[in-house]
């Protein structure tokens, strides 16, 4: 089964509107973190923001805010504003805890491609 | 503080032979992880390095291999290069390797394999 999963196809937005991209987890695992990347189409990975499992509060960094809801596994990125420059590639990412004498690694979705109209 | 920093940043390469990629950390940072990114397969964690010891793996052939130096530079190499393997490749480096840890990735070296 997926860990993370993104399934909205390429997403459109006009300049200066909000939009959210959803994002959607399963993990058996109490403590665990949550990471969102942008991935401009020059091939790098640029974080975002960051909500832990146990964070009460929903995440939020400038323009960006995270929309945690644990019961349902969801944390969608809202981005407020949007500007030209925001369009590209996202990745939802998690962190579990380590197993089995091996370090944590994040696990991705497969991402989902937002485009700004201006 | 400078970033994380990746060399070379576009390789190309021929079947079978062999390929060396070296990744920076953030000064300070400790862990060092690879990441492999197809269109088909998406992103896909190769390794992590913490104090010069592998920590975790994951599904990938033998080929592919990668240490890591006292001062937390980290290099990886693949071996035997098929066309599969063309790819983007990217690092990322954090503190140490907790669940509330951000990994910072480089810029990544895109590698064409012919």
């Known amino acids: 089964a997926q860990k993370i999963t993104q399934t909205q196809p390429g997403m459109f937005v006009q300049e200066k509107e909000a939009v959210t991209l959803d994002c959607t987890y399963d993990?058996?695992?109490?403590?665990?973190?949550l990471f969102w990347y942008k991935q401009p189409s020059s091939g790098e990975m640029i974080f975002l923001i960051y909500q832990g499992s146990y964070d009460e509060q929903n995440a939020t960094e400038g323009r960006y805010s995270l929309n945690f809801q644990k019961a349902r596994k969801s944390a969608n990125l809202v981005i407020s504003a949007s500007q030209l420059g925001d369009s590209a590639m996202y990745f939802c990412a998690m962190r579990e805890p380590p197993r089995n004498g091996a370090n944590s690694k994040l696990t991705f979705g497969k991402g989902i491609t937002l485009s700004v109209r201006p | 503080k400078a970033g994380v920093t990746q060399t070379p940043r576009y390789l190309i390469k021929t079947r079978g032979q062999q390929v060396t990629l070296s990744c920076s950390p953030i000064s300070g940072h400790r862990s060092v992880s690879w990441y492999q990114q197809t269109p088909g397969q998406g992103l896909q964690f190769l390794f992590e390095?913490?104090?010069?010891?592998?920590?975790n793996k994951g599904n990938f052939p033998g080929r592919f291999s990668g240490r890591q130096f006292s001062n937390s530079r980290s290099e990886m190499n693949v071996s035997t290069l098929e066309l599969g393997d063309s790819a983007l490749y990217l690092c990322?480096?954090?503190?140490?390797?907790?669940?509330?840890?951000?990994?910072?990735f480089g810029p990544g070296t895109r590698l064409t394999v012919l």
């Open positions: 390095y913490f104090s010069e010891t592998q920590r």
């Open positions: 993990t058996s695992d109490q403590s665990y973190g």
């Open positions: 990322a480096s954090s503190w140490t390797s907790g669940t509330t840890d951000t990994q910072y």
